[in-house]
């Protein structure tokens, strides 16, 4: 057996991409944060290897999978031996000394492996119980997704470990419980596990499962077909055994006179953060960012500044990353050591104060490019299928512009495409339900900027 070493913590660096220079009375500053963690020594190793890790090498890990298992699972009954042989495959990508748990969900959570409230750790024996145990899924039931998370919260906060981790998937809408009570059970988990949602077949609403994965700091997908999940499973437990690093906050401190306007995630993909900000000290906040392995993101910060005169030049920000001790019942916040800063520097120079930054252009386009494609199907649904054509041509012309071909090969799924460079398409007449709701669960998924 190859000798591992045991896992170094990924080094973050920040990187701020901006043009600083402002006209005299100009306020608003733009920038694009790139996060990079490197040198972890896991991904890897976990990715090629999973079971070559002995308890305590590389970081602790609980996971749990919330497998549906209502009625509409047996409509083809291969779905649900599908799901069976997906959540079966996640179970193999564990890696020795995780613990984890598989979930049952109906109108209600049951517990399918270990069961009494607890957590299995991943070795040869506990794999194979958790296979047997998965044979004796059947489907039959409602849906109330909030029960399942809430129980995954339970045995995953069981666990002392660095990391913890959710895998859902449904195929149905959440019927058997009110929109609020599944938003409160988001409420209740975020900021304790982060999850990955995934829709299979075309039944599911794509507005609950992106809406569960955003919530939660993790990933949404379409598997139209069933026969395709043990492959996704197989990806997504990868990357989960990946991590290193779990409640990573991007935060912000600006001086007085300045104000945050947004913050978002651009890359890999758009993600609202404004709103979730946490109060760190005076004039800083944090924004969560979730688990980290080795990868880098993209992040638009702006900031409104105090009107400056020529010559003028202030720090408008300085980001810096932090794991809140708050995030576990703590205080204060660990540093991880990476900062960056954002300028602004008031400049009677034209040319200077109006050129646009390469990095924050592309990212504004392609957050318009998610926005465009929503506000597109959204308008198709209900019947306006001019504003449709409208929202729906200027997609494809911001796919086209940014280089964004994956979206570009999506959005011809729906729209014939006349010209991409001016945006000029025409609805198609059908469109199988599959290709709509791929669209819509990846509106999200933007390309970077070639630097």
Same mark, same amino acid.
């Given at each position: 057996?190859?000798?591992?070493?045991?896992?170094?913590?990924?080094?973050?660096?920040?990187?701020?991409?901006?043009?600083?220079?402002?006209?005299?009375?100009?306020?608003?500053?733009?920038?694009?944060?790139?996060?990079?963690?490197?040198?972890? &020594?896991?991904?890897?190793?976990?990715?090629?290897?999973?079971?070559?890790?002995?308890?305590?090498?590389?970081?602790?890990?609980?996971?749990?999978?919330?497998?549906?298992?209502?009625?509409?699972?047996?409509?083809?009954?291969?779905?649900? !031996?599908?799901?069976?042989?997906?959540?079966?495959?996640?179970?193999?990508?564990?890696?020795?000394?995780?613990?984890?748990?598989?979930?049952?969900?109906?109108?209600?959570?049951?517990? $399918?492996?270990?069961?009494? &409230?607890?957590?299995?750790?991943?070795?040869?024996?506990?794999?194979?119980?958790?296979?047997?145990?998965?044979?004796?899924?059947?489907?039959?039931?409602?849906?109330?997704? &909030?029960?399942?998370?809430?129980?995954?919260?339970?045995?995953?906060?069981?666990?002392?470990?660095?990391?913890?981790?959710?895998?859902?998937?449904?195929?149905?809408?959440?019927?058997?419980?009110?929109?609020?009570?599944?938003?409160?059970?988001?409420?209740?988990?975020?900021?304790?596990?982060?999850?990955?949602?995934?829709?299979?077949?075309?039944?599911?609403?794509?507005?609950?499962?992106?809406?569960?994965?955003?919530?939660?700091?993790?990933?949404?997908?379409?598997?139209?077909?069933?026969?395709?999940?043990?492959?996704?499973?197989?990806?997504?437990?990868?990357?989960?055994?990946?991590?290193?690093?779990?409640?990573?906050?991007?935060?912000?401190?600006?001086?007085?006179?300045?104000?945050?306007?947004?913050?978002?995630?651009?890359?890999?993909?758009?993600?609202?953060?404004?709103?979730? !900000?946490?109060?760190?000290?005076?004039?800083?906040?944090?924004?969560?960012?979730?688990?980290?392995?080795?990868?880098?993101?993209?992040?638009?910060?702006?900031?409104? $500044?105090?009107?400056?005169?020529?010559?003028?030049?202030?720090?408008?920000?300085?980001?810096?990353?932090?794991?809140?001790? &708050?995030?576990?019942?703590?205080?204060?916040?660990?540093?991880?050591?990476?900062?960056?800063?954002?300028?602004?520097?008031?400049?009677?120079?034209?040319?200077?104060?109006?050129?646009?930054?390469?990095?924050?252009?592309?990212?504004?386009?392609?957050?318009?490019?998610?926005?465009?494609?929503?506000?597109?199907?959204?308008?198709?649904?209900?019947?306006?299928?001019?504003?449709?054509?409208?929202?729906?041509? !200027?997609?494809?012309?911001?796919?086209?512009?940014?280089?964004?071909?994956?979206?570009?090969?999506?959005?011809?799924?729906?729209?014939?495409? $006349?010209?991409?460079?001016?945006?000029?398409?025409?609805?198609?007449?059908?469109?199988?339900?599959?290709?709509?709701?791929?669209?819509?669960?990846?509106?999200?998924?933007?390309? !970077?900027?070639?630097?």
């Amino acid at each position: 057996m190859a000798n591992i070493s045991k896992a170094n913590v990924p080094q973050f660096s920040v990187d701020v991409y901006q043009n600083e220079y402002l006209p005299e009375g100009g306020r608003e500053v733009n920038a694009i944060v790139t996060v990079t963690a490197a040198g972890g &020594g896991t991904i890897g190793a976990a990715v090629a290897a999973p079971h070559l890790y002995a308890p305590g090498q590389g970081p602790s890990a609980a996971v749990a999978i919330m497998v549906d298992c209502s009625g509409s699972m047996d409509y083809p009954p291969t779905k649900m !031996r599908n799901a069976r042989d997906a959540t079966a495959a996640a179970v193999d990508t564990l890696r020795d000394g995780v613990h984890f748990a598989v979930i049952g969900g109906t109108h209600v959570a049951k517990e $399918v492996y270990p069961g009494g &409230g607890r957590l299995a750790v991943a070795d040869a024996t506990t794999r194979a119980q958790a296979k047997q145990a998965l044979r004796k899924l059947s489907a039959g039931g409602g849906t109330a997704i &909030g029960t399942w998370l809430r129980l995954a919260d339970r045995l995953l906060s069981s666990a002392d470990v660095t990391i913890r981790h959710g895998i859902l998937l449904t195929d149905g809408r959440n019927e058997h419980e009110s929109a609020e009570d599944l938003k409160a059970a988001l409420d209740a988990c975020a900021g304790r596990f982060t999850c990955d949602a995934r829709g299979v077949g075309t039944d599911w609403e794509v507005k609950e499962v992106t809406g569960i994965a955003s919530a939660l700091l993790g990933s949404a997908d379409i598997v139209a077909d069933p026969a395709a999940l043990a492959a996704d499973f197989t990806r997504m437990m990868e990357k989960a055994m990946g991590k290193e690093v779990a409640d990573v906050a991007l935060r912000l401190w600006t001086p007085v006179g300045t104000t945050i306007k947004f913050v978002k995630q651009v890359a890999p993909t758009v993600e609202e953060l404004t709103d979730r !900000r946490t109060e760190a000290g005076p004039r800083a906040g944090d924004y969560p960012t979730g688990s980290w392995g080795d990868e880098s993101r993209d992040y638009h910060v702006c900031v409104e $500044v105090p009107a400056a005169h020529i010559g003028q030049e202030m720090l408008a920000a300085r980001v810096s990353l932090v794991v809140p001790e &708050g995030a576990r019942g703590g205080g204060g916040a660990r540093n991880l050591g990476a900062q960056g800063l954002v300028r602004a520097v008031w400049t009677d120079d034209m040319a200077a104060s109006t050129s646009i930054n390469p990095q924050v252009a592309h990212y504004t386009g392609q957050a318009e490019l998610a926005q465009a494609i929503q506000q597109g199907l959204d308008l198709r649904k209900a019947g306006d299928f001019d504003g449709a054509t409208a929202k729906l041509g !200027r997609a494809v012309q911001l796919a086209s512009a940014s280089g964004n071909a994956d979206t570009a090969k999506l959005l011809a799924k729906v729209v014939d495409v $006349v010209d991409a460079a001016t945006g000029t398409v025409r609805l198609k007449t059908k469109v199988e339900d599959a290709d709509e709701m791929t669209l819509e669960t990846r509106s999200t998924k933007t390309v !970077r900027v070639k630097k």
